[in-house]
């Protein structure tokens, strides 16, 4: 029965019509999402509440508008709102309701991602770990335990949305919602349980009566009218369609980058790709692309999942620190209005595909009976540049691009030419937050003796810890004589302990032996150290860690972690195994329960002065003042090796910069501490320090991006901004636009000074800029001349003199610093 309902509701279209001025219907067709009963062109970004404080939800959400977005993704993380059973938090920075009306504030629209299985490399994928001791549970498939948790959290969010009235055809932004996430890549593993399942999350949604569609991404068979959409890099090419004509093409995953853990090198995506992917994807039928994520933040305190740093997809549109990383956010904010300007043309025009060979295609909308055409020129050659005839006229096609023509004659914007400005980050000590003077208290080593909770044999970590801290002890004792230890002084007994990950620190008698880590791939490891026991009693104490609970794959609840087996080899009787020997365990370090990173909780332990590098398992406090400015602020922390850092007493999260990449670099260095963690006079910072460093070197440091660069040839097309449309004609808003160098400083900065200007074949990147062998004489002065003192400029390439280049295709390269100070008029 309940497949027949889904089928009729497929039939008869999902749609709601409401009365009131601000109500919206909100219906599909195999086009695309229809608001108010017009078809829309979606640009949305995933930007998730939790991992930026409140205080910097408006600034993020201005700039996402700004940079074409008119949709915010986010999803509803059921393990901050109900790490307790039964006792719900929506304060603060958990305020869901909060940030969908300031989205909606803003004229923009919500897609809504109520899981409760995210993933989203949060921890447990967003599942509390109360849930995990249910008996009987199997998380994600048709067990009774598990859908009873998962229907009465979905209502609940649900029900809180819709009494805020937050919905579309309520009056609020929220135009989409998604149960589930990409069910595919593990439906396999529970048979016929996992398609039932799938089958009855379906119906969950349909049944609470929103009033607007719902998806599932990564679900080739998405029942009924909810819509099975793409996650990936290249839905374009990737994506089979949706599963029935009456159901959008919608990409709801378009990984700008890709998230980081620790020991991984840097990740990249380019712009250029990017734009080439989305442009190819709304070329063949789409009409929503969001990109995953456009803001990714930070993972503070314990909520990123295993070994992910506490960065979070640092090289999205915008960074961790909310500012424009360029030319990513420019050169995607320019092909959202290149599309918009086809939008007419998308929506309503008839396709048509023209191969001209294999990688050159041609594809067109056109509107019978009018004026209305837009065409997409395709060169799909990684490496060959192609000349394209349409429609009688020659377009220039750079290799891997595609030429967007709103009007089937005039070339906006080319996906592989960028005249949007390039940026770099800069990393400046801070002036007022130096001088640091560091104190510390070294947790003390347990034995078995104090510990209360005993086994006789190392418990589960997970089981253990229930979440509540990364940290747990375990401990035992063995005695032992003379004739037990070796007799050559050049032979050491090895203590060998096989954990399940991610982490652990040993001591024997009180003394640090060794660290050793699992990584995101191989949680596991084996840890060998060479150990002079003593006669008579020893003291083995083995600190396990966590790094974040695993957020994927079939059976999360069936994932452990912690010692399992401990042995001794090398006794003169051979290999001692201790795993059944007793141990006593603790949950996490002294300092934690302490609360030693608050003002309260300093007075519980005595302090002394921190002279340089300390041992493992201590911890550091230092106070420091605002720094100047009204820059992003970051936490230098290379001297230092894993642990986790608090300002006035609020977790910045997990620091891991002993554990390097292949390229011999820390994954992460620089830690975000929001300014809204800050308070005018003293803050307090304070370290707790797992295997050793050195307080000494750590620096506050503020973070801006203004160097701004510009790097544009001759062939590339005018900015989009030099167009508009008057009917159903394209219209130049300048006269003859022409091809330009745009710069424009942040924060209403002014151009200080012009670090470097090249017309001719200069080669690099902003930040290394380098002449070649043919260089405009006036390149530098004729720069300075249209953009010191001012906030903005435009360079027009007619400018230079080009005698001296013989080159056909000249490039300018601008590299410009910007600072505070009087700006010059326009």
Known sequence: MAARILGLVLLLGFSVFCSGQSEKSVTYDGRSLIVNGARELLFSGSIHYPRSPPEMWPDLIKKAK??????IQTYIFWNLHEPIEGQFNVEGSYDFVKFIRLIGENGMYVT????????A??????FPYWLREKPGIIFRADNEPFKYYMEKYTKKIISIVKKEKLFAPQGGPIIMSQIENEYNTVQLAYRESGTRYIQWAANLAIGLDTGVPWVMCKQRDAPGPVINTCNGRHCGETFTGPNHVNKPSLWTENWTAQYRVFGD??????????????????SKNGSLTNYYMYHGGTNFGRTSSSFV?????????????GLPREPKYGHLADLHRALRLCKKALLWGVPSVQSITDDLEIRTYEKPGTNTCAAFLNNNSTKQAATIKFKGQDYYLPPKSISVLPDCKTVVYNTASIVAQHNARNFKPSKKASNLKWEMSQESIPEMQQLQTTSKVPMELYNLTKDTSDYAWYSTSIDFDKVDLPMRHDILPVLVAASLGHAMVAFVNGEYIGFGHGSNVEKSFVFKKAVNFKEGTNHISLLAMTVGLPDSGAYMEKRYAG???VTIQGLNAGTLDLTSNKWGHEVGVKGEKLQLYTEEGLGKVQWSEAKGAGPPLTWYKTYFDVPEGDSPVALLLTTMGKGMAWVNGRSIGRYWVNYLSPLGQPSQSEYHIPRAYLKNGKNLLVVFEETGGNPLGIKVLTVNRDTICSIVTENYPPNVDSWKLSGDQLKAVVDDPKTESQLTCPNGKVIKSVAFASFGDPSGMCGTFAEGKCNSPNSKKVVEQYCLGKNSCKIPLNEFSSEKCPEPLKTLAVQVRCGRGKSASA
């Open 309 to 321: 740093t506490t960065r979070y997809y640092d090289e999205a549109p915008l960074d961790e620190f």
């Open 112 to 119: 809504l991602r109520v899981g409760p299985f995210i993933e």
């Open 121 to 126: 490399e949060w921890n447990h994928g967003g």
């Open 66 to 71: 700004e940079g074409g977005l008119n949709v």
């Open 265 to 282: 090198p840097p990740s990249q995506r380019a712009a250029e790709d990017i734009a080439y992917a989305v442009t190819r994807f709304f």
């Open 563 to 565: 010692v399992r087996a």
